[in-house]
């Protein structure tokens, strides 16, 4: 099945240590992103990729970038990690929006990180 | 800035009734969509209702738009267990590639 798939699952990381999460999808959507959640709360939108073209948030903190080496793999890279970055993070992929395909999106199960 | 205010924030009801969720949002959009989500997992699509569109079924589920109060509502019929779950509304603020998420219902589905 098409789907979008998130490693790791869980994620332990000490304070100030980088770390990398993973997102693969098998959709050939044009459009990938990363959402963090903390709890209780909303989605936050961190970024997007349209294809090869990278899209940040105004309020996302430079500790966190993001690559997308190729279609269908995209990563969240957490330079130094802080107290504050511990939550869930998601990613979601949507096809080109243009047209008639509208801007739904396919999440990953996501990636629960811990900061100790 | 948020766009979509859901309430109420948590909703807990029987088996078997109905549940409402209502969300607001403060610009003109494209389309309004509705996920859900389970506890610790990723959000799932349930339906997408259009600017032009004022009312969309799909089995279980009822979506309402009313552009000229900026309102949608959600309705659940004869509700599951499995309906348990956080319920997010998301609005595209006119743009192809991005949506804003409110800060979603809780609803709780006692046995």
């Known amino acids: 099945d098409a789907m979008v798939i998130q490693n790791p699952r869980y994620q332990v990381t000490q304070f100030g240590k980088p770390v990398t999460l993973s997102c693969s999808q098998t959709?050939?959507?044009?459009?990938m992103y990363w959402y963090q959640q903390k709890s209780s709360q909303a989605p936050k939108l961190l970024f997007h990729?349209?294809?090869?073209?990278?899209?940040n948030e105004a309020d996302t903190p430079d500790n966190f970038q993001s690559r997308r080496p190729n279609t269908s793999f995209c990563f969240l890279d957490i330079r130094s990690p802080g107290l504050g970055d511990a939550a869930m993070y998601l990613c979601a992929t949507s096809r080109d929006p243009s047209g008639s395909f509208y801007n739904e999106q396919f999440f990953g199960p996501g990636t629960r990180l811990t900061v100790l | 800035s948020q766009q979509g205010e859901e309430d109420p924030q948590a909703l807990s009801i029987q088996e078997g009734e109905n549940a409402t969720m209502n969300c607001s949002y403060k610009?003109?959009?494209?389309?309004l969509q509705w996920y859900r989500q389970n506890s610790g997992r990723g959000l799932v699509h349930l339906i997408l209702?259009?600017?032009?569109?004022r009312e969309k079924h799909s089995g279980r589920l009822r979506v309402t738009l009313d552009t000229s109060k900026k309102s949608s509502s959600l309705l659940i019929t004869a509700s599951r267990a499995a309906d348990t779950a956080s319920y997010f509304c998301?609005?595209?603020?006119?743009?192809?590639?991005?949506?804003?998420f409110g800060k979603g219902t809780r609803l709780h589905i006692l046995p």
């Open positions: 998301a609005t595209d603020l006119n743009r192809d590639d991005k949506i804003i």
């Open positions: 959709l050939n959507h044009n459009v």
């Open positions: 209702i259009r600017s032009n569109e």
């Open positions: 990729y349209y294809d090869k073209d990278f899209n």
């Open positions: 610009t003109s959009i494209n389309n």
